[in-house]
C-alpha cells in the first residue's frame, strides 16, 4: 500500500516536473523570439541613422555647393580673380594635411579656403571693382567681408569651424590685422593657413595693376610678410609646398 502510494506520488512529480519543464521551455521560446523581434527593430533603427546621416551628410555637401556657386558668381565677374579660390582651397589643403591635420579637419579648411571671400558678396560693386586706390570709408567698407561672410555661413551648425576661418582670415601674425586684431597663434590655424595660401596665390597671379610675378620676387615677397603679417612657419612652409609643386597653377 505505502509503496503503492509513493510510486503514484513519484509519478505525480514526475509529471508536475515535466508541466514546469514545459512551460519553462515555452517562456524560453517566447523570450528568443522577444530578442529576435528586438535584435530587428535595432538594426532597423541602425539602419534609420545610417540613412538619416547620409541624407544629412547630402543636405551639407548640398547647402556648401550652393554657397560654393555664390562665391563663383562673385569670382567669374572678374577675370582675375576667376579661380583663385579654388587654389586657395588646394593649397590650403595641402598645407594642413603636411602639418598632419586629421582629413575632416583639413576638408573644413579646403572649404573655407573656397568661401574666405564669399562676405564680399555684401560689398557694392563700385569698391569691390574700383579702378583706384580705395579711400578710408571705402576701405572701411572692404574691411567688413570677413565678418559678412562669417555671418552668412553661421546658421550651418556643421560649418562652425569654417565661420571661424572666414571671420580671422586676414588677421595679421604682428595683430594689425581685422577684424579682431588677433596676434600669432591666437589666429586660428586654418585662419593663418588660409592666409598665406591666399597672399601666395594673389603674388602668384594677374592683378589689374601689375602681372603675376615670378616664383623667386613672390618668394622674396611672402619672406617679407613673414613674421609681420603671416606666420612664419606657416610661410616656410607654403614655398616649401609650391616649390615642389610648380605645376600646381594652370599656365
Ligand atoms: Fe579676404
Redesign the pocket.
Known sequence: MAGSVGLSQALSYARDLKALYESSRARERELEQTQERLRGAYQQSLQYAIDLRKTYRRLQHAILQSLLGLANALEAKDSYTRGHSERVALLARRMAVSLGVPGAAADVIAQAGLL??L??IGIPESVLRKPGPLSNDEWEVMRQ??LV?AQIVAPLEFFDEGAVILRH??ERHDGSGYPDGLRGELIPLGARIVAVA?VYDALTSDRPYRARLGRAEAVRRLEEQAGRALDPDLTILCIRLTDDAPAERPV
Request: glycine share 20%.
Open positions: 574666405h571671400d562676405g564680399k567681408h570677413p561672410g582670415h586676414h591666399d
